[in-house]
């Protein structure tokens, strides 16, 4: 049963660069995809950008010239980096494994999700 | 981008109600679909994939339907326990996901 601790700082001024880290326990590292979504307070539920663990990411269109995802193979862990946060990146953090399932047609979804880690941004 | 629209945007329910969700795409999206539950303070947890799959552990009073565009979400007997924020998300434009705004489901 994969689970997933995740941590970072929670408080952060305006500018500086958002860093959480995110660690898998249990199942396969290598053999899955891991991604980061944030949730704003009161809001909707937003994909940031994904991992596998070659290092191949993706990344949302509206944040990729500020977001870098990176992975550590030899930790079980992968990373995600927010450049110049602003008041509007105050939000949820979650990690999560994406599940595939399917054999011709393939089906992509969150199956497990990190707890969670609060981050606000002080102007 | 593939946008997701949910409705309505909150939901007033008794235990017992029947309750549907709807999910709008703004392109097809086949039935690449899945729906989410959230209880404040928790990660979300899958209920539905493929638009009409039920999760394995989820209860059947949920169920899932539709494809192309317009997808619903219906709990046929609402349990006190369902009360929650229900979210869609869309997976055709994979690896980029995209969610609905999110149901909250309240009790009357």
């Known amino acids: 049963q994969v689970q997933l601790q995740q941590w970072g700082a929670g408080l952060l001024k305006a500018s500086e660069t958002l860093s959480l880290t995110c660690a898998v326990y249990?199942?396969?590292?290598?053999?899955?995809?891991w991604s980061w979504i944030r949730q704003p307070p009161g809001k909707g539920l937003e994909w940031l950008g994904g991992i596998n663990h070659s290092g191949s990411t993706n990344y949302n269109p509206s944040l990729k010239s500020r977001v870098t995802i990176s992975v550590d193979t030899s930790k079980n862990q992968f990373s995600l980096k927010l450049s110049s946060v602003t008041a509007a990146d105050t939000a949820v953090y979650y990690c999560a494994k994406v599940a595939v399932v399917g054999t011709v047609y393939f089906y992509y979804y969150m199956d497990v999700w990190g707890e969670g880690t609060t981050v606000t941004v002080s102007s | 981008d593939i946008q997701m629209t949910q409705s309505p945007s909150s939901l007033s329910a008794s235990v017992g109600d029947r309750v549907t969700i709807t999910c709008r795409a703004s392109q097809s999206i086949s039935n690449y679909l899945y729906w989410y539950q959230q209880k404040p303070g928790k990660a979300p947890k899958l209920l539905i994939y493929?638009?009409?799959s039920l999760q394995s552990g989820v209860p059947s009073r949920f169920s899932g339907s539709g494809s192309g565009t317009d997808f619903t979400l219906t709990i046929s007997s609402l349990q006190p326990e369902d009360f929650a924020t229900y979210f869609c998300q869309q997976s055709y434009s994979t690896p980029m996901y995209t969610f609905g705004q999110g149901t909250k489901l309240e009790i009357k």
């Open positions: 493929a638009a009409s």
């Open positions: 249990g199942g396969s590292f290598s053999g899955s995809y």
